[in-house]
Each structure stands twice: as structure tokens, then as C-alpha cells.
């Protein structure tokens, strides 16, 4: 057994090539929803429709807030279906919901359709991809989400400088038109890369089947650990959603170019993907709590280089402490939830951790767009951020080390 969980990378995606390769397209297609996309596209959608900072963080909070709310209802599903045909309506959905925005009449209809590329997109396009992972995967668990998830850098490494590009080219439109066809496209390619299965998700020689210890939803609520790894769980969402639907207007501030920030996205890719692949195989080892406490810290560094440092080089260094904190927390948080709370009923749990974190991401961009709307200095509100972040670093390494303790 122990030779099994010390197989390496390269022998485990030659054992479950096609099984990987969609949980990375599925992680890959939720960039289309991600905030670091759609920021991209802010500066066109607010000139377009006469919006203030304020007003389209505004809307982009509504459109969230709704999603976050359903995501209970949708994530659970995974649960009851196969992964398969889940995620052939959730890449219908993500491309209906790109062509709603290419096709957008006038600024009301903004907050359903960004509730639907927050639903499809950054929601489900990524639960799938995680918690279809989780499902097939017990033995090198961590591996195969950490494969699976090196689609969120690829997508935030390449598509938003293509898209500085191809807006500039034929409009923000247009490129969003081609968002859509692509979502389409994901559809034949889920159907072959996905073997058919079970209505339990199995689908290969290592499916995890669940056992009669894992646990629902509601014992979830009621144990004081979830409570106590909360606010860590909100900390990425909320800092990484606000600096990146404000990305190209903090970037103005700075004096930085919009295609060197964007192109930044790279240092963030690869940093997320280091970090990540080894989150994944040290987490097979010794298990995800142990890793937790140290996921958020870079965060607060990152956004204090963003307020007192001006070089535009600084851009990419903070872009980088943003990705190390993605790759431990984007392994770490399923694997966490998995080891603590079992699979059986792990995709209602995700949804609802989900749900959290989008009601965390909803918040930040308003939050961010009343405070440049009202010239509080950067410097500022970098502080509160990092106070934040290193408080709940303190609450999640006290619930990891008693779940630790606990465990034994």
C-alpha cells in the first residue's frame, strides 16, 4: 500500500490519462466564469453601459450572491447523477451563459447573466472538476486533484492576455462569442474523455465507494472545526476576487501596463502549479491538515507588495505569492473536507463550502469599488486585509493541529 501512495506523477497520469485530462478541462472551462476573466472585460462592460466602479461591483456582487445561493442545491446533485452527464449540462450552461453576455441588451440584464457565468463558470465548472476528482480518486487522491486542478493556472496563465488581445482585435463581444463556442466544444470532449459509469460516479480501478462513517452536510454544520477553518476558507475568495475584477484599474493606479499585469498571470500559473503538485503528493503523505494553517499567508503578503511597492516588477511578484497561496489551498481545501467529512456525501459538502466562498467573492468587489471610489489609500485597505488573513492563518492552524490530535 505504501508503494502504491509513492508512485510518482508522471507513472500516475499514464495509469488515468483520460480521467485527468477532464478534470483539467473542466478546471480549465471554468475560467470563462473566473473573475480574473471577466475582470479583463470590466473596463469594456463598464464604458459600454455608463458604470462606475461602484455600480459594476455592485452588480457583480448580485449576480454572485444569487449564484451562491443556488450552489447548495446544484452542487449536491453531483451526488446523485454521474459525473458524466453533469458535466455535459454544465458546459451547456457556461456557454449559454457566455453568449447571454456577448448578446447583453442593456446594464439590467447584467446581474442574471453574471449570476449564470458565476453559476456555471466559476461555480460548477470548477466543482465538477474538483469533486470529480475526489469521487474517482481514494489512493493518490491528492495526486489527482492536483492534476486536475493545474487547469485553473493554464487558464489564468493564458486566456487573459489572449484576451487583451482579441478584444482589441474584434471587441469585447465578439470574444466573448467565442467564449461560448468553446463551452460547446467542451461537450464531445467530456463525452469521450469520460468513460461511461455507475450513477455513483465509479468510473476507475481506484473509485473511492464511500464508507458508513462519512458524513452529511448537517454533522458538517454542527462541528465547531468547520466554523473555526471559515474564515481562511473566505480569504483567498475575497482578496483574489477583488484584486482581479479591479486588476486593470488598480494596474492604472500603479502606473502599470495592462498587458504586463495580465501577462503577469503566468508567474501566477506557475507558482500555483508548483505549489499545487507539491500540496498534492505531500498531502498523500501526511495529510491535508498539516498543510492547511501555512495556504493563506501569502495572501497578506501579496497584497501589502501591491500598496507600498511601485516597480512594475512588483506586479509580478505579488501575482506569484497570490499563486503559491492558490496551489496549497485549491489542493489542500477538498482533500481537507475529504479526510475530515468522507466522500458519500461530498458533493453537497463542497457546494455549500462553495456557496461560502462565493458569498465571500461576491463581497469583495463592492467592497474594493467603494473604497476607490472613495480614494481610500491602497495602503489602507492592504493593512485590513493582511490583519484579516494572519488572524484566520491563527484559527485555522488551532482547528488543523485538535483534528490532527483528534484523528490519532
Known sequence: MSERRETGYFSFILAHPRVLAFGFLMAFGSSFGQTYFVGVFSPSIQAEFGLSHTEWGAIYMAGTLCSAALLPFTGRLIDRTSVRTYAVIVAIGMAIACFALALTPAAWALIAIIFLLRQFGQGLCQHTAVTGMVKFFDRDRGKAVAVAILGFPAGRAFLPVLAVTVIAAIGWQSSYMLCGIAGLMMVPAILWLLPRE???????????????????????????????????????????????????????????????????????????????????????????????????????????????????????????????????????????????????????????????????????????GLGLDAAVPLETMAMVGSVYVVVATVMMAYACRKESTNAK
Open 198 to 368: 455507475s450513477k455513483d460516479g465509479s468510473a476507475t480501478p481506484s473509485a473511492a465507494t464511500g464508507s458508513s462513517g462519512d458524513r452529511r452536510l448537517g454533522d458538517m454544520l454542527r462541528d465547531p472545526f468547520f466554523f473555526m477553518m471559515l474564515p481562511a476558507l473566505m480569504a483567498p475568495a475575497f482578496l483574489e476576487t477583488a484584486m482581479n475584477l479591479h486588476q486593470l484599474t488598480i494596474a492604472d493606479m500603479k502606473g502599470w501596463s495592462h498587458k504586463w499585469v495580465t501577462g503577469g498571470y503566468a508567474i501566477f500559473a506557475i507558482m500555483t502549479v508548483v505549489f499545487s503538485m507539491f500540496a498534492g503528493r505531500l498531502a498523500d503523505r501526511v495529510g491535508a491538515a498539516r498543510l492547511m494553517p501555512f495556504g493563506i499567508l501569502p495572501l497578506a503578503a501579496g497584497v501589502l507588495v501591491v500598496a507600498f511597492f511601485d516597480h512594475y516588477i512588483w506586479a509580478w511578484v505579488y501575482l506569484g505569492l497570490f499563486g503559491v497561496s492558490s496551489g496549497l489551498m485549491v489542493t489542500c481545501v477538498p482533500l481537507l473536507l475529504a479526510d475530515v467529512y468522507g466522500t458519500q456525501h461530498i458533493g453537497s459538502i463542497r457546494g455549500f463550502a462553495a456557496t461560502i466562498t462565493a458569498f465571500s467573492s461576491a463581497l469583495a468587489p463592492s467592497v474594493l
